[in-house]
């Protein structure tokens, strides 16, 4: 039981007639420092209802409080502040976690119902950007997350695997492509395809419409296109699933755009068949006017069909095979309004679950505050930063920790990690300019600071040989303590806070504060010193550990034991 609670109970038992607990919970504080208290109750917030002064409610409330959680309930102003019993959180939450272990935290909210989460969804033929980074990992953790509490994701790969833009590489490969330097290099060669496409089409406009024609011929399923297509799409999945590797993320789908060629046109019927469709200069569109949104352009006058086509058929599909309880697209802010003509084109059809589906966004990667892109070759390749940052990591080991075992095992946990934390600690909705220094930096606020006191906590166990005990009375009373054993208190919670935000933000700060706050209280406390509460502390070394590791692993990092 969390600290509010045991307050709001104790509150109830006198106030049982005037507030409910969840009235009472509502206006409980959290006293901005700890010499007020761990909880504090505004007693003027009852004045009106008891017709008393404030003075003459606190008193009296004060008096018959059960006082048995608290070391102290007192009276300040127009506060009542709650210090709880130490010795009884302490003892509580340090058993809990000790009982459960990394299911610490879990919680059965999502009642086993499915979330098909799209996620990652690299363009074919392009190199996967930071942006499908940050949606790699994001989804990843929040999947980890979801299934904490209980929920089943489907982490969907809707790969980019069709559209105008295979018209262009079809063209630029037929004028200026060759097969052995395809082979060699996939992405670069197709990329270097693309950029000189754009290149060409900016003085002879005619490319683009020669590339018009060849995407139709490869929708209309021309033996030709097709193949190229196959040939660029298998080559750069090879590739795309280096960087997974690495990462070590697994998708449940590779449904891409092209999965859903076949399925667009009953999605079109349907739209026709309410009557939603109207005309417009021989393309087919549905009106929005009333979301106060630009009309979604379904399908083109030669009768190509269009990214929300694609969309529209898929949101279709998932919700037919997996009736999900929620749909999550983690994708870039600048596509929000992508996401809220799909929303809406969806209302328009009557289908209620259209409210289910969430545009889960997050904000730009800059280099040097301008934004990355594709067209211009300006990239940064995922695979060259993930080296990177894994060899920085090993310099590091090489340094603080030479006789270690496993050292490539551990850069490469430590070097990923970096990684994926940098991009996991900020809400996600912030822009950040990307620097490999900034990434790999292994001190601050940072995943290697977390994961090394991680490893902190696994020596201090390993050398004490500690064993857990259930039927252990770990009871902690001193203020070093405190605030460690309150963080620890908080995990369930902060994971249900993340899980309703879609914000792995909430948990990355919350590892960072736990570790600084365990570290602190290393610096102050002999952990290891033969007296009555070494056992308690060790436990609490031990439930640290267990909340860091549990915690990163939600994030998507390993938590290595030496470091
Ligand atoms: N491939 C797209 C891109 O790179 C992202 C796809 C997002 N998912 C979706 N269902 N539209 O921009």
Known sequence: MNERNVVANALHQVLADHLTVDEILALLENPKSSQ?????????????????????????????????????????????????????????????????????????????????????????????????????????????????????????????????????????????????????????????????????????????????????????????????????????LKEFQRIYDILEITFDSYNGESFYNDKMDQAVAILEEKQLLETNDGAEIVDLEKYNLNPALIRKSDGATLYITRDLASALYRKKEYDFAQALYVVGNEQSIHFKQLKAVLTEMGYEWSQDIHHVPFGLITKDGKKLSTRKGKIVLLEEVLGEAINLAKTQIEEKNPNLTNKEEVARQVGVGAVIFHDLKNDRLNNFDFSLEEVVRFEGETGPYVQYTHARCASILRKTNWTADVNSDYALNDVESWEVIKLLQAFPQIIQRAATKYEPSVIAKYVIQLAQSFNKYYAHVKIVNDDDQQDARLALVFSVKTVLKEGLRLLGLKAPEEM
């Not at 499915?114 to 790699?136: F, V, Y």
């Not at 060699?184 to 002879?204: G, N, Q, T």
């Open 36 to 236: 007020h208290g761990d909880v504090a109750f505004p007693v003027f917030s009852l004045a009106k209802v008891l017709r008393k002064a404030p003075q003459a409610i606190a008193a009296d409330l004060v008096a018959n409080i059960p006082a048995d959680n608290f070391e102290k309930v007192e009276v300040v102003g127009p506060y009542i502040n709650f210090f709880l019993d130490k010795k009884i959180v302490s003892r509580e939450t340090l058993i809990e976690i000790i009982a459960n272990k990394e299911q610490y935290g879990d919680a059965s909210i999502g009642k086993g119902r499915n979330i098909p989460i799209d996620m990652s969804s690299p363009n074919i033929a392009k190199p996967m950007s930071m942006g499908h980074l940050r949606s790699t990992v994001i989804g990843n953790s929040l999947a980890n997350i979801l299934t904490k509490i209980d929920y089943v994701p489907i982490r969907i790969n809707y790969i980019g695997d069709w559209g105008t833009q295979f018209g262009k590489l079809i063209v630029a490969y037929q004028k200026w492509g060759n097969e052995e330097a395809v082979k060699e290099a996939p992405i670069k060669e197709l990329l270097r395809l693309y950029v000189d496409f754009h290149e060409e089409a900016e003085k002879h406009s005619e490319l683009e419409d020669e590339a018009r024609f060849w995407f139709k011929k490869l929708e209309d399923g021309d033996e030709e296109a097709t193949a190229l297509w196959k040939w660029f799409r298998e080559e750069s």
